[in-house]
């Protein structure tokens, strides 16, 4: 886990080198920069010490005529060096950037089809002249470019890119497109910053010096999730098994390192299931590379509020015996950082960093440098109630459809109920009357073998892949990057979404079943405690932001409502903004959501000035 820099045709090594400390909270266990001025390419790179942690693997790397910088980790890299080694590779270092590079001169840009990680990394071949560009399945490490006048500049945040650009300026539809789109621009190409591109998830790029004068980078896919769904078990009991099987195995690749590894326990039953399936893995698995220092839970608590899932997140460390760090989330303390904390941060969003990083900065406080954490599970089987689109996959079953409405806390199962829910679920009568005559005419049904989607899987698809995951993906990057922390996610295991893609929509909600993500407490419930594993509710991970605009925000926040620098703000509606806040402060029956709706619509505000003084 670092940060990388590159700029193709810019000679300036001094400016590069300033632009490349920028990235100094994503690495700060060393530099390194390689420059050949007779190609005009420079790569930085900032290290953060993971696998391997000698000199011997630092970067930039090189191997035979190319050189690397790599940010991210390949989790499966000693089953990959394995087959190396079989068709005559040697190894100097025990680093997973030694392995990426030998691959790419085995398989050249098929290599990435043999990793199992995540990682956005860039390889310069010094024979051929060209730069090949990759970024992981499903973008978990960032990777953004622009170009400079003749020059081609690429990196792992915006930040290191703007001191390449005379004048950085907001993008000009920042105001109207991407506040509005908070979980969806991620996974668009355009950025905050006008000029600066984002380089595609699940796609590779080899810029060639034609590509290079025409200023043109030409990324493709090279991973489709539904073209690789496996075939899965018949019945749900071999269901479960299978899950099983898969979810360790990417929880013990993931406890490969070489530092001391933690996690980040919220109460929840992701979380709490990667905790327990560490503690199991660390008692029964011989793999060698699994971190010898890996017992400690760190929770963040909000007492008071009903974010507090401390109940929770001390019967797992007491299940596991883990070494427990409680975090009180102080949020007074908080927002002294604010600016510092959106200038790590980089980006928009619906709710505050401050938590998060709070989380990560306790870990890295405790000399933990990897944190192993549940994200991913919600989107790959349900945990938002997106269950209520499994309706127009069971329309005529009644045992499913009273199921579904119990799922999300309905109890008026009459017709009646029903029917508003499908047509609010349709988008108006209009679009109910055209599903009710494809269901008539069998138009639309799943058959996951072929990889085709009923309307709930259509639905969990999306999310995945389009909207709330590539947003959560980029935020957890930033987050934990922001104290020096890797994050790893086993739910992320594209083995392991590719199985849950291709299970049925049944088995994501079975019958009988009073709770979402049955098949992960079915699966590792004998690991948890009964407490978490038969849980109903949900509290998701967040900001109390109600509770602090009304309490340790308030005074910061309203003396900022009164600034003439606030006031004067073209990337939002400052009148609008401040009788909001203080209709907010005026009623008692405010919700989260509209404290919510406040501070994102300040967001614009502080970001400019984070990024831009």
């Known amino acids: ?63 035979g005529g190319r050189v690397m910088v790599f940010n991210g980790e390949i989790y499966n890299f000693l089953e990959v060096k394995q087959q190396l080694l079989h068709k005559g590779y040697q190894f100097m270092t025990g680093s997973d950037t030694e392995v990426v590079l030998a691959a790419y001169d085995a398989w050249g840009e098929a290599c990435v089809h043999q990793f199992n990680g995540m990682w956005a990394l860039a390889i310069w071949d010094t024979h051929k002249k060209q730069l090949f560009l990759s970024r992981d399945r499903f973008g978990k490490k960032p990777l953004f470019y622009t170009f400079v006048g003749e020059a081609l500049v690429f990196g792992s945040e915006m930040k290191a890119l703007m001191p390449f650009m005379s004048n950085p300026l907001p993008h000009p539809a920042l105001k109207s497109r991407f506040s509005a789109r908070l979980m969806q621009y991620e996974n668009e ?10 380089f595609p998830a699940g796609s590779s790029a080899v810029v060639t010096i034609a590509d290079f004068a025409r200023r043109q980078i030409f990324p493709s896919k090279y991973w489709f999730p539904l073209a690789h769904l496996p075939k899965v078990a018949n019945n749900y009991e071999e269901q479960v098994e299978e899950f099983r099987a898969l979810f360790m195995d990417a929880v013990r690749m993931r406890m490969r390192a070489d530092v001391p590894v933690g996690t980040a326990l919220s ?51 007491d299940k596991i015996q883990a070494d427990a760090t409680y975090i009180s989330m102080d949020p007074a303390k908080g927002i002294e950082n604010l600016h510092q904390y959106l200038y790590y941060f980089e980006e928009l969003y619906l709710t505050s960093p401050i938590p998060m990083i709070e989380v990560y900065r306790a870990i890295a406080r405790a000399g933990v440098k990897v944190s192993i954490d549940g994200h991913g599970a919600d989107e790959l089987l349900s945990g938002y109630g997106h269950t209520l689109h499994a309706l127009k996959d069971c329309t005529f079953d009644r045992d499913y459809v009273h199921h579904i409405l119990s799922l999300n806390g309905i109890d008026d199962r009459s017709l009646g109920k029903y029917l508003n829910v499908l047509v609010d679920l ?19 049904r799943e058959n996951t073998s072929k990889g085709e989607f009923g309307y709930f899987n259509q639905a969990l698809f999306v999310i995945y892949n389009q909207s709330i995951l590539p947003t959560l993906l980029r935020n ?46 079915d699966a590792l419930g004998d690991l948890m405690p009964d407490l978490v594993r038969y849980r109903q509710s949900k509290v998701g991970f967040n900001t109390p932001i109600l509770e602090w605009m009304r309490g340790g925000w308030k ?45 994102a619509d300040m967001m614009p505000y502080f970001w400019q000035k984070s990024m831009f003084g």
């Open 555 to 599: 005074s910061f926040l309203q003396d900022t409502l009164h600034t003439q620098d606030f006031k004067n703000c073209a990337l939002i509606e400052a009148g609008s903004i401040k009788a909001n806040f203080e209709a907010l402060q005026n009623n008692p029956n405010a919700t989260y959501y509209e404290a919510e709706k406040i501070w």
């Open 476 to 521: 957890y990057d930033r987050y934990a990057m922001a104290a020096s922390v890797e994050v790893r996610m086993p739910f992320m295991d594209y083995r392991l979404a590719t199985y849950a893609f291709a299970l049925p929509w049944q088995s994501k909600i079975p019958l009988g079943k009073p709770y979402t993500k049955s098949i992960v407490r």
């Open 426 to 444: 349709c988008g108006g009568r209009k679009g109910f009357f055209n599903f009710a005559l494809q269901k008539l005419m069998g138009l639309h």
């Open 1 to 63: 886990m670092c940060g990388i820099l590159g700029a193709w045709g810019w000679t300036n090594a001094e400016r590069f080198e300033e632009a490349l400390r920028k990235l100094a909270h994503r690495g700060p266990d060393g530099q390194g920069l390689w420059q050949n001025k007779d190609a005009g390419i420079l790569l930085g790179h900032r290290r953060l010490s993971i696998l391997d942690t000698s000199a011997l693997a630092d970067q930039p790397m090189r191997y």
């Open 267 to 317: 109460g929840g039953i992701d979380s709490s299931a990667v905790a327990c399936a560490m503690h199991h893995i660390a008692n029964s698995s011989t793999d060698m590379r699994i971190a010898k220092d890996w017992q400690k839970a760190f929770v963040g608590t909000f007492e008071g509020t009903i974010l507090d899932e401390t109940v929770y997140a001390k019967a797992v460390v």
């Open 189 to 198: 190409e355009d950025c905050l910053i006008e000029g600066i591109k984002r």
